[in-house]
């Protein structure tokens, strides 16, 4: 019954790389840049803009930040904290500045990671203004004694916040949903691995289910502002036909896979995840009480709609700082999350509700699907799991339901699926 | 976010200590004298009355029990279970007797608690007539050799069973409901402290909610013959009206909080005493087949009313013996006791159902109660709640099914609740 | 409170015990003959036909097969593997043959149990043409060298597929169900245990309940084809009429008490037998995905009947070897099921949805149900129970559902029940 398998393997890791050194952030050229990227590679985005000011649901949109360099220079003229090396130096929002002081004054306005003492923190200040410098607690400690010009050439602007979208549509008006962020500036897992992932999720979409059964709604926008921009245009049509989604995050990893639960526990999205992941190495769930991305907004009690949040790790080390780099993500770990999705995608595609079109058992035996001799021990787990899967076809059941009352993985599910469909037993 | 806060201090010890000496039964003066003592605290109780011979449904309303005096004198003049020094002696609705007999004769009419050697048991006999004695079995080991005389001035007479209640209107005809009772003689946690617990709880809403939204009633009366009478007036009223109730029974001793459930576990009363005693010193939660007290009737198959009963300690050793006293109950076991009712009724008053009244998250920070920098692993317990409490408020999750979905102490949700209400943020 | 009760012992092993002879298979004489002893015990059966070349749903019904004799007979004269000695040597449904062959050849034609070398497997090919002989390990390793005379005289003509079922009417068309298998040959657990305590069942409810509320169905049937072909004849009138069923299988032996659940283990089936079992030795519950016997058509998806199946012992060494005989199946081990049965029974005929007629407790102290002195720790676990059946005696709950509740057995539950239902208490 094993089958050759197209391998499907979008570059995902070269994307990210590519895309590393922009400084993205809510807003300004590198995430402008980065969402043009990622429109090349799948041309159905269309871009959308919000101009600074605009007032969404308790938020307003913030103004458009660039910033071009920045770094602190020591009486000696040795330069810190340079951005051109590590854009992380700068808080993200930074003010500009361009000043000397002393080195107390200087301190107040630098931020370390004191029990990561060699790592660059992540550290920004959207809503209130303020400049700053991130280092290593290392580098901190180093700084010689004197007088410094600090400098940051950046400006706050009346512009946009840019968020990305694309509908792949298919024959039903429900859809499946999948969102990621673009506002992280030089970090690999968190988060230049969700939308490398978005992205080749939805060219598996297009290629694979020319003629599909489903629509397919994907979105690339800065977290939390973005989202909540987001929702506040199309929150009416999200409601009336998305029936299961995903926000990505933290997926380039290799360590594990977690995922996040709607507030109820009990949505399409829910099942459909846990089933995927099933049996998968280190495999956490957690409660919506645990939240942390997106999710935050599109479960929110008067929006509501059935989206989880997927990680590979939630917590790692080198989170939100210069640490989380290629060392942590690679090609590998894309592509297991990768297979997740498409595992679910094919499901939904394949068929969700499978139903057998035979009253009681049928004789497998004729079809070359079970032993003509019966003896006593002889009856494998694909048998075990072929029965079991008719046991349960009832046209009620979906697949994602199946997966979890049988504890198997949903793979292996919709490959059995797939066979007895072959034979005409299962609808 | 810790504000001052009023402290509540009823003098319910005080009020137990003065009624300890009365001699409580299903009648009788001493069960008279326990209800006016209490109505002159809270005027607004009313004294219903049932005629000996009454038919509650079952159930017979029994003879007016009085007692005056009672003892055992041996021949040497020695006297012996005065009821006048502890009014346990005689056992409860005992018939009077004045007879000469021997010891042996004597014996068969004296109980004592094996396993508790020095304690006198609390033993009655209401509805089959018997006279006798309780003393300690060391004591009863004592009883010199020879003829006694056997002395009980008691009478029983057609009179009236009294129970008292009072209603405390609402703007809503939904009610809360507390009942506990006053049948036990010079007992301290059962049954002085449930009565002064109800009565501190009634004037805690009488006074600090004035313009209240929903309304009140209290009763006291005899265990299960007046619970049962009372019903049997009530009952379509109740069953009406009554959203949640507690029925308070030995809850003035430090030791632990017990409750136990509804027959079916489900109702308001479960989950918000649930709620309220989350993370509670050994906490107990027993299911209705552990019951023990007047939730037996209020609960029964045909009268179904959402009751569950709270007790500080369930299983106690001093339980029925003169050893319940004031070493076991003390002013601060009776206030943690009334802490837990005061915040379910906060709860209710502050309103039940929380909904924000933004789309989306609300922005916290630009009304501090959200860190305006963003950094790695500064968020602490209190944002974490803050942030979880909205998540839930959807306005359909009442207070105590959020309080028991964050797993957090429902008084610390309220605190929560009361913050973001006060911002305007939730509703 | 003890009875004294009827012993109801039919001669369940007796019966086996006539029968274990006979060389059953789907079709044929020892099949036939069969039910005709039990039809000779339960007047009421009713034997139906299906003819050879049927279709019955996916399958076909097939050829009739009878065999009279089958042996190896070396070229030295000594004959191995004879059918007459016992019936398990030739496999089920195996063709004629009449042939000399050297050992190689025969070999590969010889079934036995490698881990059980002294147990002569019970082998079948129902549906693909096949020759063979099944012995222990250690008879083959003793087969001598040199040629062979294989001989089997069977054969397969087109005939009857035989099936028999009964109907015990009461007032109401609702039925209990019962089924168990008549096509395995020489097997004592597997499977005469089951038509034989089907049949004494039978008897049982005939006996004890000629006024009976509800009505029976009992079937007889070989596994699988039989109860196909059973249910492509009568589902709508099962689908209409059964409210509880059960498959019964391998009953007989004296080590376990074990239940499959229905897919959804919510029925009145699950939750019967449940109640029946708690508390027995080695006791397991199987979910559905663990099925084995002809529960896989009663409740495939579109047939969906409420059958759970009972075994004592689900997995046993013996199992489909000529090892399963009377060392295994005992009276006791019949009559330790029959007792489960009769306890399910009779909860059905007693009145299933007990009601307590009193509003509140009951008074049971002056119906002597419960002691007149109140004294602490005087009520035993009769009393507790009598006051748990009666708290949750509402109409609603079925004796089933409260036995589980209680967490205990039914048939004390029924007892108590008997005891209510006496004094007027309860409906």
Redesign the interface.
């Known amino acids: 019954m094993k089958k050759n398998k197209l391998i499907i393997n979008y570059p995902m890791l070269k994307w990210a790389k590519s895309l590393f050194p922009l400084c993205r952030s809510l807003t300004g050229k590198g995430t402008q840049q980065t969402l043009r990227f990622f429109k090349n590679i799948n041309k159905e985005f269309k871009i959308l803009k919000f101009k600074s000011g605009t007032k969404v ?3 307003k949109i913030p103004l458009e930040w660039n910033i071009r360099d920045g770094y602190i220079q020591h009486e000696s003229k040795k330069k810190f904290a340079q951005f051109k090396k590590c854009n992380l130096h700068v808080i ?1 929002y930074s003010q500009p500045i361009n000043k000397k002081m002393n080195r107390e004054t200087l301190l107040k306005n630098i ?1 370390t ?1 004191k029990n990561q003492p060699n790592a660059i ?8 203004k ?1 400049w700053g410098f991130c280092m290593s607690e290392k580098q901190k400690k180093n700084l010689p004694k004197g007088n410094y010009k600090v400098f940051i050439d950046s400006d706050l602007k009346r512009g946009f916040l840019e968020i990305m979208q694309a509908k792949i549509t298919g024959k039903s008006k429900k859809e499946i949903f999948f969102s990621s962020y673009v506002c992280h500036p030089s970090m690999a897992n968190n988060e230049l691995s969700g939308p490398v992932l978005l992205n080749a999720i939805m060219k598996y979409v297009k290629e694979k289910f020319p003629k599909r059964k489903f629509s397919y709604r994907f979105v690339l926008l800065p977290e ?1 502002i973005g ?2 921009a987001y ?2 245009r199309f ?1 009416t049509l999200l409601k009336k036909n998305v029936i299961c989604g995903f926000n990505l995050t933290c997926v380039g990893d290799e360590r594990s896979y977690t995922m996040i639960e709607t ?1 109820n526990g009990n949505t399409m999205a829910d099942r459909s995840l846990l089933a995927a992941l099933r049996g998968k190495k280190n495999f956490k769930k957690y409660s ?2 645990e ?1 942390g991305s997106d999710e ?2 599109y ?6 709609l059935p989206v989880c949040s997927f990680f590979k790790s939630k917590n790692f080390p080198e ?3 210069n640490l989380d780099n290629f060392k942590l993500v690679t090609q590998k770990g894309l592509q297991d999350s990768f297979d997740v999705f498409k595992t679910i995608i094919d499901a939904f595609e394949l068929g969700l509700y499978p ?2 079109k ?6 497998l ?2 079809r070359n699907l079970y032993p ?5 021990g002889i009856y494998g787990n694909e048998i075990k799991t072929r ?2 899967l ?6 009620k059941n979906d697949l994602f339901k199946i997966s979890n ?2 504890n198997i993985n949903l793979k292996e599910i919709c490959e059995e699926y797939k066979t007895l469909k072959a034979k005409k037993i299962i609808s």
């Not at 003509?372 to 006593?376: D, I, M, Q």
């Open positions: 649901f308790d938020w993200g931020y990671q923190p992540y550290v920004t200040s959207y809503y209130k303020r939390t989202s909540i929702i506040s929150k507030p919506f009480l939240r935050r907004q479960c929110s009690p008067s929006v509501d989170y939100h700082t139903k057998t035979i009253i009681c058992e049928p004789n035996g004729k003509t001799l019966s003896r006593k029965m079991n008719l046991a349960y076809s009832n046209g009352l049988l």
